[in-house]
């Protein structure tokens, strides 16, 4: 991933390098006009070492030895390493000093004499940390030679290149700066007009570094918040519609109430306390779907499903057998899928009890409800977990509201399990209830 960090880590070293690059290139500037400072510094002096030695010099004409002898003293007097040529090119005297440090390098100074003769000057290689000797012909850099640096390499030279450095690093990193903070408002508009109920609204995410890892990650609860939005808004329309019927039932009840004869009264009060059974049972399917998809976790504890199971069966007289297994999760929400599963085959069979088995199943344990009702056609196996949702044909007073098998598949998925329809040999429907055990 190319973080964010490694983004701004490496820009401001390449503004760097580029400032250490100008630095570099600055100070070599700088050496070459002072070695062009020091050269003509030395040609100068040359210039007046070539009118010296044309004075003390005897003429090309005197002899060899009497020039030999001249040139040894003024070498010993200048204390320089002299050498001489004639006119055409051929050695005519040396300094002992020059025989002595031409082997071992140095840098020699030619001097054109104006009898057309050459003298040579070496330079013998100075020791590391020892300054050259000065000779009577004084020091290099004499009067009148400048001495003094360019301006940049003083007190004003530093302060131009902080300059310079603050510059280049501001110029560098606000390519860089500029788009992240153009991304963070883009990401600040959308959690805006997400705020302001467009619950559709989604933000792009552009790269991968850690901005458009919050863009995903907004996308991603968003996308979970407007499912839950709308799960509620659909739950309560629903449950809305569903309160009318047994509202409506009562409202007539308690208006026949009073033309009732005595006789009639006690199954008019049956037919009050039934729907106000089924509105309590609505109510409560309702107030179960909305914590179900509104809790962030649940309480996992260990359970005993074929006990679980066979406590639930007992009460309507259904047969149990199978396997002791047991599962993590939460046994208030088990027992009621459980529930929800028998009194469904119950309602659709109620001349025969259903069978409940409890099996292995690979890694996860299966928890089967059996019965010989009419069965599910196989396009609607998937939409009787829907809310709300009830086979066509069946009328209201077959009894429920559509919220139990939901319920049961809503249990499931927050174990992480799931519930389906199947067919059963010989005619009915097996609910499977599919939960890990680890």
Not at 12 to 30: D, E, I, P, T
Not at 344 to 351: D, I, W
Request: glycine share 8%; with cysteine.
């Amino acid at each position: 991933m190319k973080t964010l960090y490694l983004r701004i880590y490496l820009t401001v070293v390449a503004v760097l390098l580029l400032f250490a690059l100008l630095s570099g290139w600055l100070f070599q500037r700088n050496m070459d006009q002072v070695r062009a400072l020091d050269r003509a510094a030395w040609s100068e002096r040359l210039a007046g070492w070539a009118e010296l030695a044309q004075e003390v010099l005897p003429p090309p004409s005197a002899p060899p030895a009497e020039q030999a002898a001249v040139l040894e003293d003024w070498s010993q007097r200048l204390r320089l390493p002299l050498a001489l040529d004639d006119a055409a090119g051929q050695p005519l005297a040396a300094s002992a000093a020059f025989e002595r440090w031409a082997g071992h390098g140095g840098r020699r100074i030619r001097l054109a004499l104006a009898d057309g003769r050459t003298l040579w000057v070496l330079r013998p290689p100075r020791p590391e940390g020892r300054p050259p000797a000065a000779g009577p012909l004084g020091p290099l850099h004499g009067p009148g030679v400048p001495r003094e640096p360019p301006w940049w390499l003083g007190g004003g030279g530093l302060a131009a290149a902080l300059v310079v450095l603050f510059v280049a690093i501001a110029a560098g990193a606000y390519p860089v700066v500029r788009r992240l903070t153009r991304r963070l408002e883009a990401l600040r508009r959308g959690v805006e007009t997400f705020g302001d109920g467009q619950l559709s609204h989604r933000v792009a995410v552009d790269g991968r570094d850690e901005v458009a890892a919050l863009a995903a990650s907004f996308n991603r609860a968003a996308e979970r918040i407007e499912s839950l939005v709308r799960s509620h808004q659909s739950l309560l329309a629903n449950a809305s519609h569903e309160l009318r019927s047994p509202l409506a039932r009562l409202r007539m009840a308690l208006s026949l109430w009073d033309t009732d004869a005595p006789e009639a009264r006690p199954a008019r009060r049956a037919e009050i306390e039934r729907n106000i059974r089924e509105l309590d049972a609505l109510v409560d399917e309702v107030l179960l779907a909305s914590r179900l998809q509104a809790a962030p976790d649940l309480e996992r504890a260990p359970v005993d499903l074929l006990g679980l199971a066979a406590e639930e069966a007992a009460l309507l007289g259904a047969e149990v057998e199978g396997e002791a297994l047991v599962v993590p999760g939460d046994e208030r929400l088990l027992r009621r899928a459980v529930r929800n599963l028998l009194e469904n085959a119950r309602r659709y069979a109620p001349e025969q009890p259903p069978s409940v088995q409890v099996v292995q199943s690979g890694d996860a344990a299966e928890l089967r409800v059996c019965d010989r009702g009419p069965g599910v056609p196989a396009d609607q196996r998937e939409r009787i977990f829907e809310p709300f949702y009830r086979l066509p044909g069946h009328a209201e007073h077959a009894g429920g509201v559509g919220l139990g098998l939901s319920l049961v598949r809503q249990i499931a998925q927050r174990h992480g399990g799931q519930a389906r329809c199947e067919p059963r040999d010989g005619g009915g429907s097996c609910f499977v209830l599919r939960l890990p055990r680890g």
